[in-house]
């Protein structure tokens, strides 16, 4: 079982609709859950982080944590062409060194 | 403020060859990462250096990468004889420390290709 894991996608947006991302993580223990998003080519960069259950908003973006089910989701409001990437999902281990984990991403696609 | 410096942009190698990327991180950070990003796939943890220290290799092919981060700056990650399955993107980044709430800033990559 991979530690964690996304949906690979290509998931395909039509232009002003909400695109929903989901990420799965094994260790029951991961203690903080970060976004990137990476344009092909290019090299990640972060959206946002979140490590209390709930949502938390900024922007057009809402990550919501759910730490019992062990899901961390990521929501794009109004998506834009530009949101056009790979969302990575990132999972901080709860070992001593903070051990930084990525899933495989998920492919979107907005349609305009 | 400066970002996390990589060094070179691109390499062709080919394979049985040698080589070395360079990484100086956001001044200020503890932390530091190198990543292997096959195509298609999402980043793979290499090693992870605390101030000067290794605190995590696990997955890090030894007998043929190495890796240092000498005074606790800047990193160096070596691969010595290159493979044909070692073409990859190799990101560094850097975050201020382990807690829970840093986040990781990563660099623009090296691109290794080995033919």
């Known amino acids: 079982q991979k530690e964690v894991e996304q949906n690979s996608g290509p998931l395909s947006v039509p232009e002003g609709a909400i695109a929903s991302l989901n990420c799965t993580y094994s260790d029951r223990g991961s203690q903080s859950f970060f976004w990137y998003r990476q344009y092909s080519g290019k090299s990640p960069e972060l959206i946002m982080f979140i490590y209390s259950n709930g949502d938390k908003e900024d922007g057009r973006f809402t990550a919501q944590l759910n730490k019992a089910s062990q899901y961390v989701s990521l929501l794009i409001r109004d998506s834009q062409p530009s949101d056009s990437a790979t969302y990575l999902c990132a999972v901080k281990a709860p070992d001593s060194w903070g051990k930084l984990q990525f899933g495989a991403g998920t492919q979107v696609v907005v349609t305009p | ?115």
Request: glycine share 8%; aromatic share 10%; hydrophobic share 35%.
């Open chain 2, 1 to 115: 403020e400066a970002g996390v410096a990589q060094s070179p942009r691109y390499k062709i190698i080919e394979k049985r060859q040698s080589v070395a990327f360079w990484c100086n991180p956001i001044s200020g950070h503890a932390t530091l990462y190198w990543y292997q990003q096959i195509l298609g796939q999402g980043p793979k943890l290499l090693i992870q250096f605390q101030n000067n220290g290794v605190v995590d290799d696990s997955q890090l092919p030894k007998d043929r990468f190495s890796a240092e981060r000498l005074k606790g700056v800047d990193s160096t990650l070596k691969i010595q004889p290159a493979k044909l399955e070692d073409s990859a993107v190799y990101l560094c980044a850097s975050s201020l420390g382990r807690h829970m709430n840093t986040e990781a800033f990563f660099g623009q990559g090296t691109r290794l290709t080995v033919v």
